[in-house]
């Protein structure tokens, strides 16, 4: 069918609303509470537009086109209406930007400085609800929020937590908790996806940057630092670099110009993680133990099966994160190897996730009174710690991490996608159960950004049925079919966030798919282009089991490598 928008002819399919189209166009529409890909909510009204016969302005997110019908996107009615709204949501909102952690990202802000909004129309009282800081990961503040409603769906829709939602109604609406509590007393999973969608400051990570600041500027302290294997391929972005731009090398120059005493990989520590999961698998199926088996390696995914599916805790691998894994080993073996007293070591990872800054606080996590990891900062963090200290990545040479924890497979780099971590499982859970590798170990069906991927894999005579899910809701539905008794699955990839790691929590805010896919397929680019491929063939992880672990799921990794989870009520695992 074909319509006319601002005296131009083009065309749209039956269903599609006007934004769809207008969009399609290259018509820019502003909106704060349109999310693609899920059905709209009209909410904040600003992607208003004039349709020829229709008597009011109508919401473009919601309107359906028609054939025939004439559209106005930018007469003074409409201009006149946006800019009404945007003062109105000013008229409550606290003058703070130049303090504000959302800076220079604020949708809101960016669309008054469109809109040429410089005074304030509409005074009126201030909400002055106290601020949420209760959290490891996330803080809320309340004063700041535009009620467009984003974090309520990301959690409810997206990842079935639905820890907040609308309180109140009319003028006296906020959005909360439970009961009006604070988050580290509610299900919050720590993912931080309502950061990710939040167009203001009220939803922010709680940020790490003093103590690592101050950690390196004391001279009495050995800093180290790792990073996870999605943020070399999503970095780039804070900086105006193409999406999935892999900074890898200098990023490392940066870490040491900032005067970290050793940068390490966290890939390392994935390709340990497959060593000691692939094992546990294998382990699973040669003597009947329980199946399907859950990856345990995301920590929003480990906080939802505690709190929503306790009875299937026995299903979740024992093995620790790649994150705790070398924050483990940095203090018992490097510490040892150096001369290095473990207390004065302050271990640092940069990650793209919020939860894993709810990771470092749990109990479990640390051996000999001293914390696996001291300090968790995210991509978007490290970005600006960058810009700190005064450094560009354009200006500098690549270089190599440090080692014994610096050399790493493309399996162990595959983790930062959703579907990475079983393709890694797999062909090294191949190789220990048949001896042979497995094809050309690229495993086609786990990969993409579908929210569930299932394979049958033969391993020798046994056919395994695997599943790499990701974003809560996808698990939420294959953890219900399991309960009901499906049978065919063996070893399941969890994943928290949509697409895995590269859409964390912490990673630079994405404002379409197109960003992440990029990301993911930088990670693919990877994979084909290194020779060492399987976390098997890392000739650093098979010297540090002979020089110190001695042998997948031993005595040795098990105390360093592996914990166990219990059911838990929220408040103490927040």
Not at 146 to 172: N, T, Y
Not at 246 to 253: E, K, L
Not at 278 to 285: F, I, N, Q, T
Not at 296 to 321: A, N
Request: charged residues 25%; positive net charge.
């Amino acid at each position: 069918m074909k319509l006319t928008v601002n005296g131009k002819t083009v065309e749209a399919q039956a269903g599609e609303t006007l934004l769809t189209v207008l969009r399609r166009e290259g018509i820019h529409v502003p909106t704060l509470c349109h999310m693609e890909g899920m059905l709209p909510s009209g909410a904040c009204r600003l992607c208003v537009v004039e349709v020829e016969g229709q008597a009011n302005l109508v919401t473009s997110c919601s309107f359906p086109a028609a054939d025939g019908m004439k559209v106005t996107t930018n007469s003074p009615r409409v201009i006149n209406a946006r800019k009404t709204v945007i003062e109105l949501l000013l008229g409550t909102h606290p003058d703070d930007c130049l303090y504000c952690a959302k800076q220079p990202t604020c949708e809101l802000s960016k669309l008054s400085a469109d809109y040429g909004v410089r005074t304030r129309r509409f005074p009126a009282e201030k909400k002055k609800k106290p601020l949420d800081i209760s959290s490891p990961s996330i803080s809320r503040d309340p004063d700041k929020c535009i009620l467009c409603g984003k974090c309520v769906r990301v959690c409810e829709e997206v990842q079935s937590v639905a820890c907040i939602d609308f309180v109140r109604r009319g003028s006296e609406s906020f959005i909360g908790c439970a009961f009006d509590s604070s988050l580290n007393v509610s299900s919050c999973i720590n993912c931080g996806q309502c950061i990710n969608v939040c167009p203001t400051g009220a939803l922010t990570e709680k940020s790490d940057l003093e103590p690592v600041m101050d950690a390196l500027a004391d001279q009495d302290r050995f800093v180290v630092v790792q990073h996870a294997p999605s943020i070399s391929v999503s970095l780039a972005e804070e900086f105006g670099l193409p999406a999935g731009t892999d900074v890898n090398g200098v990023m490392t120059a940066a870490m040491r110009k900032m005067g970290f005493k050793a940068v390490f990989d966290t890939s390392f520590s994935a390709d340990l993680t497959i060593m000691e999961e692939a094992s546990e698998l294998a382990h699973r199926v040669k003597n009947g133990g329980v199946l399907p088996m859950f990856t345990s390696c995301s920590p929003g995914w480990i906080k939802f099966i505690e709190t929503f599916y306790p009875d299937m805790l026995p299903h979740l691998s024992t093995c620790k994160s790649p994150q705790q894994m070398l924050g483990a080993l940095v203090k018992a073996h490097y510490a040892k190897k150096k001369g290095i007293n473990p207390g004065k070591i302050f271990s640092v990872s940069v990650m793209p996730c919020t939860a894993k800054k709810f990771e470092v606080t749990r109990p479990e996590m640390g051996r000999g009174g001293y914390a696996d990891i001291d300090a968790v900062v995210t991509t978007r963090e490290f970005a600006q710690l960058l810009r700190i200290y005064g450094i560009d990545l354009r200006t500098l040479q690549p270089e190599e991490p440090d080692l014994p924890f610096g050399d790493r497979s493309t399996a162990g780099k595959l983790f930062g996608a959703s579907g990475g971590v079983m393709e890694a499982a797999l062909r090294t859970a191949h190789f220990l159960l048949t001896g042979k590798e497995l094809g050309n170990l690229k495993v086609e069906a786990v990969r993409g950004q579908a929210g569930v991927k299932e394979a049958k894999v033969k391993i020798g005579a046994l056919e395994v049925g695997v599943a790499a899910v990701s974003g809560l809701g996808n698990a939420r539905k294959l953890l219900e079919e399991i309960r009901d008794g499906r049978k065919d699955l063996h070893f399941i990839e969890v994943m928290t966030c949509p697409g895995g790691c590269i859409n964390g929590g912490g990673q630079p805010i994405a404002r379409n798919k197109a960003a992440v896919m990029e990301r993911m397929r930088a990670l693919y680019n990877i994979d084909a282009s290194e020779k060492i491929r399987t976390s098997h063939a890392n000739k650093a992880v098979q010297q540090l089991y002979a020089d110190f672990l001695g042998k997948p799921l031993g005595e040795k990794s098990h105390h360093l490598l592996h914990t166990k989870y219990a059911r838990r009520k929220a408040a103490d695992v927040a």
